[in-house]
């Protein structure tokens, strides 16, 4: 794998978390690449380190040890946000608003002007399937096109990677199924998607399978792509 | 601005939260403007009514409640003695005035006869005619000014009177000019007579022997009126051989003005302090209601970080939350404010000053903005630095 073709390096992540007196490993010594394109699935137990894993991935926390490094640099957190999309268990949608703005959101914090935000955010919303949708409040929208709005969101700064946090956690499993063919769309057009989940069935969706325990990696599994019968190989 | 669209949001998604937080704000901002609204008035009325009032001089007349009153009164030697010797009086003349019939061929009526001088000590407007000039005075000219009373009495089929006669018992006198009509009210104080003529003709006709009921002074230097009174006191004491108990008093336009000022002052600052007192505690309200807000929105603001709010950028919409929900109770108070005091001003003052003073809008909103913007910054700065710097990973987790 060259470099430019990796989204995400961590290399000896570490994360020590002091409670009280106490000190909780819950990283030791993560390697982990993911290359563009890719669409990694992360398992593991409650406990296990993933959601750990993750926060440090999508910036939100910094590690003990370790280096990571996102799209080849070691860059700020604020900048690194901007290349990272995050969709929630609970979608986070901000109530009150349509979601057209739900989805323009990112734009505003990073300073674009509000022609060119409700474009672009119409242009994503289109993307999963919801441009029609986009003056209903998330209260008037079904629990998978919540979903699919705060996957719009993520998606709205065409960042490096996706990064999806029980993303059906919260569905049913026909919804579940239908956000798992958009997920398998996303890829198919070239995103990169990292999703943490419990649940076997939906971790069978992506490409590669990194199973955690305790802290380290037990498993990284590209077979389960290979055979789905996939052609791209990394 | 999707700051005040989204705070906008919230603060109509908590409508009854909202009213309560913004009573304080209401009832603070609502008594300070509409006691501005009343001083500004009642300060305009004051002035309008005594701006014709002569700055440069004082009456000074005995305490008419006193048993000595006879042996009080200044005579006519003791106002060239008082020039002659008390330092800053320029000019002095009686003031008298009495109670007549006045007829103009058929029509007659009662009016007050008073003396005056030139330049008048009320210096109203006429309507017709001029005033009486120095060589009226001089001379002790026939002439008299008249009231707008007396002239609708006097000639009630309207048109100029100058130049006709009118009569006070047998003696005749020709009118010069007339005074334009008061405006209605307690405050416009007739000072003087219905029918003003010069001291001079006065004294001549109206005076027996040396007694005059008051005097009026005219000094070099205005600045200095309480203590020019205090020594031309002394003077006449020492003049009528009067002990210190006999009482002498004064009026001038500084010391009644000073006097309604100062009455003014006094309640404006009972007011202010209400004012403050229940800005304060309002403010406590908008500050306590913002880190509620704030508490029941962590995930919503963990969220805002994570697809890339920047910490100034939290602050910001917290501030402007706090700056509207500060704004809407302080504008609706100045509105309120604005209102009472208007309905009040119409509803009396004017009845009783006929005065009608511009209600102070620009005062009204820099006073406003004022309280709004320090209510924010003092109560809503440490809400919004708490959202700022609030850890994503917990406000995510926040349930």
Excluded at chain 1, 38 to 50: C, F, L, Q
Excluded at chain 2, 130 to 157: C, K, M
Excluded at chain 2, 210 to 216: G, H, I, P, Y
Aim: charged fraction near 20%; hydrophobic fraction near 45%; glycine fraction near 10%.
């Amino acid at each position: 794998m060259s470099d430019a073709a990796v989204a995400i390096d961590l290399a000896a992540i570490a994360k020590t978390y002091k409670m009280g007196s106490l000190e909780v490993e819950a990283l030791r010594g993560i390697d982990l690449r993911v290359g563009r394109g890719e669409y990694v699935a992360i398992m593991g137990p409650s406990g296990s380190g993933k959601s750990t894993l993750m926060n440090i991935i999508g910036c939100l926390d910094r590690p003990t040890r370790g280096t990571y490094h996102l799209d080849g640099t070691n860059a700020l957190a604020a900048i690194r946000l901007r290349k990272l999309g995050f969709v929630f268990q609970g979608f986070n949608l901000l109530a009150r608003t349509d979601a057209l703005k739900n989805v323009a959101l990112p734009l505003f914090y990073a300073g674009v002007a509000a022609r060119e935000r409700n474009r672009r955010a119409l242009a994503v919303l289109q993307e999963v399937g919801l441009a029609d949708r986009a003056h209903h409040k998330p209260s008037e929208l079904s629990g998978g096109q919540q979903q699919r709005v705060a996957i719009a969101r993520a998606l709205i700064n065409d960042p490096s990677v996706l990064l999806a946090d029980e993303p059906t956690g919260n569905l049913d499993t026909k919804t579940s199924t239908e956000l798992m063919a958009l997920f398998d769309q996303l890829h198919s057009g070239g995103r990169t998607i990292i999703m943490v989940t419990h649940d076997e069935n939906i971790a069978r969706n992506a490409r590669r399978v990194v199973r955690l325990l305790d802290g380290l990696v037990i498993s990284d599994d590209r077979s389960e792509y290979e055979q789905a019968g996939g052609s791209k190989v990394l | 601005m999707i700051y005040l669209e989204e705070a906008l949001r919230v603060l109509a998604a908590n409508k009854i939260r909202t009213f309560l937080t913004t009573i304080g704000l209401i009832i603070g901002v609502f008594a300070v403007i509409s006691i501005e609204v009343l001083g500004h008035s009642m300060a305009g009325s004051i002035s309008e009514t005594l701006g014709a009032l002569a700055d440069d001089s004082f009456v000074i007349y005995p305490g008419q409640y006193q048993s000595d009153f006879d042996r009080a009164a200044i005579r006519m030697s003791d106002l060239t003695n008082i020039v002659a010797t008390v330092p800053n009086v320029a000019t002095a003349v009686p003031l008298g005035a009495m109670r007549m019939l006045i007829r103009y061929g058929h029509d007659e009526g009662r009016f007050v006869v008073a003396s005056d001088s030139n330049p008048p000590f009320a210096d109203l407007p006429l309507t017709y005619g001029s005033y009486f000039s120095d060589e009226d005075i001089a001379s002790g000219a026939d002439v008299a000014v008249i009231s707008w009373r007396a002239y609708q009495r006097l000639f009630p089929e309207g048109g100029d009177p100058t130049g006709e006669s009118i009569y006070a018992g047998a003696h005749r006198y020709v009118v010069v000019g007339v005074l334009a009509q008061p405006r209605r009210g307690v405050l416009n104080v007739n000072f003087g007579g219905d029918i003003s003529i010069p001291y001079t003709t006065y004294v001549r006709e109206y005076v027996h022997g040396d007694r005059v009921f008051a005097a009026r002074f005219t000094v070099k230097d205005a600045s200095i009126i309480p203590q020019t009174e205090v020594a031309v006191i002394d003077r006449i004491r020492q003049l009528r051989q009067v002990s210190n108990n006999v009482e002498y008093q004064t009026f001038d336009k500084a010391a009644f003005t000073g006097g309604i000022n100062q009455l003014f002052t006094g309640i404006t600052i009972v007011v202010g302090l209400i004012g403050a007192v229940s800005l304060i505690v309002a403010g406590i309200g908008v500050m306590n209601i913002m880190l509620v807000s704030i508490a029941e929105r962590t995930r919503e603001i963990g969220t805002r970080k994570a697809i890339g709010a920047q910490r100034g950028q939290i602050l910001a919409q917290f501030f402007i939350e706090a700056f509207l929900l500060s704004g809407i109770g302080c504008f609706t108070g100045m509105a309120l404010g604005l209102a009472a005091g208007g309905a009040i001003n119409s509803l009396f003052i004017v009845k009783l000053t006929g005065y009608t003073a511009p209600i102070p809008i620009v005062q009204a909103l820099l006073i406003t903005a004022a309280f709004a913007l320090v209510n924010t910054l003092v109560f809503g700065t440490y809400p919004a630095l708490r959202a700022a710097s609030l850890d994503p990973i917990e406000a995510l987790r926040y349930e």
